[in-house]
């Protein structure tokens, strides 16, 4: 891991995964240093060995900013793993106390931090959500939205969450609601995104919701996969039964 020229990381840190983002991350940096200034936050950038040098380019920009944290892992081992690994580098800082997790492709809007920011003075994590009023999506086809409003709803009813949104990694943590998800989940591909929420919400620590602009990226690939979907949904079906059994049990011991 490189640390450049930072000694101490700022009030706000953020977690960006990346894998094969070369044409985004400057962008990106580009857009989070006009929207918030580049003092002001530190941006934790975890590369899973982008065979287009995403890594590399990261190291040059923070070579001049001297804001950023590069962190090459030896492969790609999954979304949940590389944001949890992000969020354990920001806790090591004891000047961080609020940390933004989003994706590189600019489909999150660096606009949008500010508000996400400020919705967090009083709760423990903020949810990014494409599915409150204020909320939308650009660039989507009606099948993609149908199946992302389904899987929410899904996770919405199933695991009593009282949420609009899940399935987006755009949100605000503080210390404390960080350090429970850091160690309480311990799954590494997109299921993390669900597995956060509750661990959060189990500890009753506060969430809320606040409103975002999700855009379609323009530049690079996707990178999820029939798998991963699959993945996603049986664990939330796994979880849902292992916590309906467990409310069960609660109800007879109670008796």
């Known amino acids: 891991m490189s640390t450049g020229k930072i000694k101490l990381a700022s009030s706000v840190c953020i977690v960006v995964p990346t894998y094969n983002e070369a044409e985004n991350v400057p962008r990106l940096v580009k857009s989070l240093d006009e929207e918030l200034g580049e003092e002001k936050f530190t941006l934790i950038l975890i590369d899973d060995s982008s065979p287009d040098g995403t890594a590399d380019i ?27 690994d992000g969020i354990k580098i920001a806790l090591s800082f004891p000047s961080c106390k609020r940390i933004v997790t989003m994706d590189a492709d600019l489909s999150h809007d660096p606009k949008d931090i500010q508000r996400l920011l400020e919705d967090s003075k009083e709760v423990d994590l903020v949810q990014g959500s494409r599915y ?7 660039g989507w086809s009606l099948k993609r939205k149908i199946t992302s409003n389904i ?31 850091v160690e309480n989940v311990h799954c590494d591909r997109y299921e993390w995104a669900i597995g956060s929420i509750l661990a959060v919400k189990d500890h009753g620590l506060r969430v809320t919701e606040s409103p975002i602009t999700f855009v379609e990226r323009t530049r690079g690939k996707s990178k999820l996969k029939t798998s991963d979907i699959l993945g996603w949904f049986s664990y939330l079906m796994k979880t849902f039964v292992s916590r309906s059994l467990n409310r069960v049990k609660g109800g007879m011991n109670a008796r």
């Not at 790609?76 to 944001?83: D, E, H, N, Q, V």
């Not at 409150?132 to 650009?138: A, D, E, L, T, Y």
């Not at 996770?155 to 609601?177: D, P």
Request: contains cysteine.
């Open 132 to 138: 409150i009023k204020g909320g939308r999506i650009v």
């Open 58 to 84: 990261a190291e040059d920009l923070e070579i001049r900013n001297g804001n950023i944290i590069v962190n090459r892992r030896p492969g790609k081992l999954g979304i949940g793993s590389a944001i949890r």
């Open 151 to 181: 899987a929410n709803l899904l996770c919405r009813i199933l695991l009593r969450t009282h949420l609009h949104e899940h399935t987006t990694y755009f949100r605000v943590y503080s210390r404390e609601a960080a350090k429970i998800a």
